[in-house]
């Protein structure tokens, strides 16, 4: 699969108004072709990628939103920044944090430096020195880790390759949103048969400004290469928009492996619309580890396209729901290859009036034999209001494919609390010991401080949740 | 050997559709030839004819994933397969298509 879809000739997409005077002015809210032109003219990038967006930009006005998942239909595309110059990122003052944001922060113990940048007070925080010797330990292994829009000045040629060949802009409303308007995310290249024992972590970068709302990152695993990438942290990330975009393409080439780990905790004004699949090619190995707190609203559904013999690919989710959010995950698995096999665990919480629901689709084609599939998805629910809901769509086109399915919904009950509780615990720790226990099975692939982090997150939001 | 159209007819990049063998078919006019194609995505059936072509590729408008034009071979997911191309033959300005 290789990539020369920009296809449309260059005329098309010679735009009159396009405004010099803007160029470096004060952030623009709303979304138009000035606005790409600004942030094109920002990044100084070449011409192909400029045009990459504009095309994108009006795919996005002549998609419609989803009519299924969660309720998108509140969203003002206009009422939102969609670059923001990231020396003159807007600044806030601490006090404008909200209280609850800071509180979360002081009782997961985030280090002074980190809580500001996390709350958009200071744009930088300075992760050099961590971050350095690293860096020199992947460039000895000839690993490429960037942001984004630095592989698209340094690497030209294997961003234009790779980029949207995996996800096309047109896929949905949201990636052609993200193509349009793009910035940060990283760019991941391991050579043949190279080992990253070290987690790639996107955490590590925020010098290079790797967090926003459309990130775009792209990660290329050549034949035979080893590595884990991770993802976010468990403290609030606290946002002066509602809107929260990324697109994630992978490419595991033949015998490789990847683990791309998220863990995320939007703040609760959040809409969490990300689109994330990976290709992978004979003998290789996908797996995504999920972990899905916070946001207003969210819709994820990692997948992974099975593309040649040997291929398999894992989702391991959870999500975790609590009053006021709909968080809509799940995955996707296209078999199109023989012997291909894949796994999804999907774990769900609900608490007061959250909702999470599981969103599956796997895909057996008929040329796809020998075909193994998995899934189990568990739902708790921690109360009477709470609610879970499962949609899972098989659709099996060759008769030698095993399947394993099962789907579960469990209550807390008074008796099991009750048992806990005859432990010792008090009622908000032991439901927080019920819910770690639950998830355990997939918090235990995280990074120890990760998975750390989480338990104390669980334990936060489960206070004042037991009478 | 079905005759399909005269070049005249063809506007470059711009989708023409037909019929061979009465099936829907959409040609496309390039600086590098004639195209000839099956007016189906791989994907999910969507008509190639909605889409403008490149001078070697066409995009499908439905879900963006690229097919060659003179193979057929999907270039990007969320295609998986080909979309059948066929021969085109042009003679004294008139466009037959064969399998
Ligand atoms: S129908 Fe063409 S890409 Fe989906």
Same mark, same amino acid.
């Given at each position: 699969?290789?990539?020369?879809?920009?296809?449309?000739? #260059?005329?098309? %997409? +010679? $735009? @009159?108004?396009?405004? #010099?005077?803007?160029?470096?002015?004060? *952030?623009?809210?709303?979304?138009? #072709?000035?606005?790409?032109?600004?942030?094109?003219?920002? #990044?100084?990038?070449?011409?192909?990628?400029?045009?990459?967006?504009?095309?994108? %930009?009006?795919?996005?006005?002549?998609?419609?939103?989803?009519?299924?998942?969660?309720?998108?239909?509140?969203?003002?595309?206009?009422?939102?920044?969609?670059?923001?110059? !990231?020396?003159?990122?807007?600044?806030?003052?601490?006090?404008?944090? *909200?209280?609850?944001?800071?509180? +979360?922060?002081?009782?997961?113990?985030? !280090?002074?430096?980190?809580?500001?940048?996390?709350?958009?007070?200071?744009?930088?925080?300075?992760?050099?020195?961590?971050?350095?010797?690293?860096?020199?330990?992947?460039?000895?292994?000839?690993?490429?880790?960037?942001?984004?829009?630095?592989?698209?000045?340094? $690497?030209?040629?294997?961003?234009?390759?790779?980029?949207?060949?995996?996800?096309?802009?047109?896929?949905?409303?949201?990636?052609?949103?993200?193509?349009?308007?793009?910035?940060? @995310?990283?760019?991941?290249?391991? !050579?043949?048969?190279?080992?990253?024992?070290?987690?790639?972590?996107?955490?590590?970068?925020?010098?290079?400004?790797?967090?926003?709302?459309?990130?775009?990152?792209?990660?290329? &695993?050549?034949?035979?290469?080893?590595?884990?990438?991770?993802?976010?942290?468990?403290?609030?990330?606290?946002?002066?928009?509602?809107?929260?975009?990324?697109?994630?393409?992978?490419?595991?080439?033949?015998?490789?492996?990847?683990?791309?780990?998220?863990?995320?905790?939007?703040?609760?004004?959040?809409?969490?619309?990300?689109?994330?699949?990976?290709?992978?090619?004979?003998?290789?190995? /996908?797996?995504?580890?999920?972990?899905?707190?916070?946001?207003?609203?969210? /819709?994820?559904?990692?997948?992974?396209?099975?593309?040649?013999?040997?291929?398999?690919?894992?989702?391991?989710?959870?999500?975790?729901?609590?009053?006021?959010?709909?968080?809509?995950?799940?995955?996707?698995?296209?078999?199109?290859? *023989?012997? +291909?096999?894949?796994?999804?665990?999907?774990?769900?919480?609900?608490?007061?009036?959250?909702?999470?629901?599981?969103?599956?689709?796997?895909?057996?084609?008929?040329? &796809?034999?020998?075909?193994?599939?998995?899934?189990?998805?568990?739902?708790?629910?921690?109360?009477?209001?709470?609610?879970?809901?499962?949609?899972?769509?098989?659709?099996?086109?060759?008769?030698?494919?095993?399947?394993?399915?099962? &789907?579960?919904?469990?209550?807390?009950?008074?008796?099991?609390?009750? %048992?806990?509780?005859?432990?010792?615990?008090?009622?908000?720790?032991? /439901?927080?010991?019920?819910?770690?226990?639950?998830?355990?099975?997939?918090?235990?692939?995280?990074?120890?401080?990760?998975?750390?982090?989480?338990?104390?997150?669980?334990?936060?939001? /489960?206070?004042?949740?037991?009478? | 050997?079905?005759?399909?159209?005269?070049?005249?007819?063809?506007?470059?990049?711009?989708?023409?559709?037909?019929?061979?063998?009465?099936?829907?078919?959409?040609? =496309?006019?390039?600086?590098?030839?004639?195209?000839?194609?099956?007016?189906?995505?791989?994907?999910?059936? =969507?008509?190639?004819?909605?889409?403008?072509?490149?001078?070697?590729?066409?995009?499908?408008?439905?879900?963006?994933?690229?097919?060659?034009?003179?193979?057929?071979?999907?270039?990007?997911?969320?295609?998986? =397969?080909?979309?059948?191309?066929?021969?085109?033959?042009?003679?004294?300005?008139?466009? =037959?298509?064969?399998?």
């Amino acid at each position: 699969m290789q990539s020369q879809k920009n296809s449309i000739k #260059k005329e098309e %997409y +010679t $735009y @009159g108004f396009h405004d #010099k005077e803007s160029k470096f002015g004060k *952030p623009l809210k709303g979304l138009s #072709k000035e606005v790409i032109h600004m942030i094109s003219d920002r #990044k100084n990038e070449p011409d192909w990628m400029r045009e990459i967006r504009l095309r994108a %930009y009006d795919i996005f006005l002549s998609k419609s939103l989803p009519d299924w998942g969660a309720d998108l239909s509140e969203i003002d595309f206009n009422d939102i920044y969609y670059y923001i110059v !990231p020396d003159e990122k807007l600044k806030r003052n601490w006090d404008e944090v *909200p209280v609850k944001v800071k509180q +979360t922060f002081e009782r997961l113990g985030i !280090p002074e430096a980190e809580r500001k940048f996390l709350a958009g007070v200071e744009a930088q925080y300075d992760s050099e020195s961590v971050y350095s010797s690293l860096k020199e330990e992947w460039i000895n292994l000839g690993v490429i880790f960037m942001s984004t829009d630095e592989a698209v000045q340094k $690497y030209p040629d294997i961003v234009k390759q790779y980029f949207g060949t995996v996800i096309p802009s047109a896929d949905n409303k949201f990636a052609a949103l993200n193509t349009a308007v793009w910035s940060g @995310g990283s760019f991941v290249y391991i !050579p043949e048969g190279v080992e990253v024992k070290i987690p790639l972590q996107a955490y590590f970068r925020i010098n290079a400004k790797s967090m926003g709302q459309f990130e775009r990152t792209l990660i290329i &695993a050549e034949k035979g290469s080893i590595a884990q990438y991770v993802e976010g942290c468990t403290s609030p990330i606290y946002e002066i928009n509602s809107l929260h975009s990324a697109v994630v393409e992978i490419i595991v080439n033949e015998g490789a492996r990847i683990r791309y780990t998220t863990i995320q905790n939007w703040s609760k004004n959040v809409y969490n619309l990300v689109t994330k699949r990976a290709a992978a090619y004979k003998n290789a190995t /996908m797996e995504w580890v999920d972990a899905n707190l916070g946001s207003y609203k969210t /819709m994820k559904y990692p997948s992974v396209y099975l593309l040649e013999e040997g291929a398999r690919g894992e989702v391991l989710s959870i999500a975790f729901a609590t009053d006021g959010q709909h968080i809509d995950s799940g995955a996707k698995m296209i078999h199109a290859a *023989p012997n +291909t096999s894949s796994l999804i665990t999907s774990k769900s919480i609900s608490q007061g009036t959250g909702r999470a629901t599981y969103r599956g689709l796997v895909k057996v084609h008929p040329v &796809a034999n020998n075909t193994k599939v998995n899934v189990t998805c568990d739902a708790l629910l921690l109360d009477k209001t709470s609610r879970s809901d499962t949609y899972p769509d098989m659709q099996i086109d060759n008769a030698d494919t095993a399947v394993q399915h099962e &789907a579960a919904v469990s209550k807390v009950s008074e008796e099991q609390l009750f %048992y806990v509780m005859s432990r010792g615990l008090k009622g908000d720790d032991a /439901m927080a010991m019920i819910v770690n226990g639950f998830i355990e099975p997939i918090a235990k692939l995280l990074p120890l401080e990760y998975a750390i982090e989480l338990n104390r997150l669980i334990q936060l939001e /489960m206070e004042g949740s037991v009478g | 050997m079905e005759y399909i159209a005269d070049e005249s007819q063809l506007i470059l990049h711009t989708p023409f559709k037909a019929t061979y063998k009465e099936k829907p078919i959409v040609l =496309f006019k390039t600086n590098k030839g004639i195209f000839a194609m099956e007016d189906r995505c791989s994907h999910e059936d =969507f008509p190639l004819s909605e889409s403008l072509s490149s001078d070697t590729e066409v995009s499908c408008q439905l879900h963006g994933s690229t097919f060659d034009l003179a193979s057929g071979k999907p270039k990007s997911l969320p295609a998986l =397969f080909p979309v059948k191309t066929y021969q085109v033959t042009i003679t004294e300005g008139k466009i =037959f298509v064969s399998d």
